[in-house]
């Protein structure tokens, strides 16, 4: 069975004190024992140092981190005149294990292209990053039939980049009409956009079977158990619900007993 992974995306939030106070918790919650599914907090720029301080923390008895760190985005780009980006290898510096790439709100707010997702993928694979490639649909794509084949679309720009080294990435389905509005896919629709994932990556490559693929459209501690029990939700991206220690903590409970 797959090791299931939990990340929270802060996305825009956060404070040196609240931080630290949410990371204190959630260690002390996690306890000192080795876990049965991965953790990670994606955490806005300003804040990887001091979660990278928590991540060395976290060490089990076996030198893993119960904790690991993820960043929110990443530069295609290794170097140069590109004011405001980090690079790979600047995130490599701070300890980073997972780089979001293709944030439904990068590619809405940023006009990122499946291209440019592609290419970031690249880049955080390139520097040792696992990229946390995000794919999902709008609330009109779905309602016109249309959820296959943007999914598919999305991911098929990544598959083409990266070929080979396919199988080092994650994929995170999220919905986008389900981000952050409170709506969530019932585990029946979540479970069948999975499996066109699953069997895209595995045309892809024969290997992909241990490729993990999250669900990100408002996983909470109310419905994560159901959703995470289905075959081919692998974990969760996980929102709102991140900045919430008791909440995350629940979530990664729930992954804990699958």
Request: glycine share 12%; proline share 3%; aromatic share 4%.
């Amino acid at each position: 069975m797959t090791k299931k992974l939990i990340a929270g995306n802060w996305k825009m939030n956060g404070n040196l004190g609240a931080n630290a106070q949410l990371l204190d918790a959630v260690l002390e919650g996690l306890g000192g024992r080795a876990l049965a599914c991965d953790v990670a907090v994606c955490v806005p720029a300003p804040y990887l140092l001091q979660v990278q301080g928590y991540q060395d923390r976290s060490r089990d008895s076996s030198g893993a981190p119960r904790l690991w760190l993820g960043a929110q985005d990443i530069s295609r780009h290794e170097s140069g005149a590109y004011t405001g980006e980090v690079s790979g290898r600047m995130l490599r510096e701070f300890g980073v294990r997972f780089a979001l790439v293709g944030h439904s709100e990068r590619r809405q707010y940023h006009g990122e292209t499946d291209e440019t997702v592609a290419l970031k993928a690249k880049a955080a694979l390139s520097a040792g990053i696992t990229p946390i490639v995000c794919v999902g649909e709008t609330l009109a794509e779905r309602e016109a039939g249309q959820t296959d084949d943007v999914v598919r679309r999305q991911l098929a720009a990544v598959i083409h980049e990266n070929g080979h080294c396919i199988t080092e990435i994650v994929v995170a389905y999220e919905p986008v009409w389900a981000i952050g509005t409170g709506k969530t896919a019932s585990p029946e629709q979540a479970q069948q956009v999975h499996a066109v994932l699953r069997a895209q990556l595995g045309v892809a490559s024969p290997a992909a079977g241990g490729i993990r693929i999250l669900y990100g459209g408002s996983m909470n501690a109310g419905n994560a158990a159901e959703l995470l029990a289905q075959p081919d939700i692998d974990g969760g991206l996980i929102g709102g619900a991140s900045l919430k220690a008791s909440d995350f903590l629940a979530i990664v409970g729930a992954a804990q007993v699958l």
